[in-house]
């Protein structure tokens, strides 16, 4: 799931030596902190928050075969 959703950020960010993923799990389900160079944030989460809502929506498609609930925070 994490690899998953490394690759779709390294293919938008310019620095992707920066890109770290961290994964938080509880009873709610799964937490995946994303961090990115202060300057690819923008392109990360797009005009009005547009390409992070994408992203959250194919991690949610991704995820609901296994049956876990899933959520993405972008952390500067």
Known sequence: ???ILKTIIENLVEN???VQITRVDDEK???L????ADSDMGRVIGKQGKIAKAI???MKAVTSKEHKKVGIVFEE
């Not at 902190?33 to 990115?36: A, I, N, P, R």
């Open 1 to 3: 799931m994490e690899k």
């Open 16 to 18: 992707k030596d920066q």
């Open 29 to 31: 389900g799964i937490l």
């Open 33 to 36: 902190k994303v961090k990115v």
């Open 56 to 58: 959250r929506t194919v």
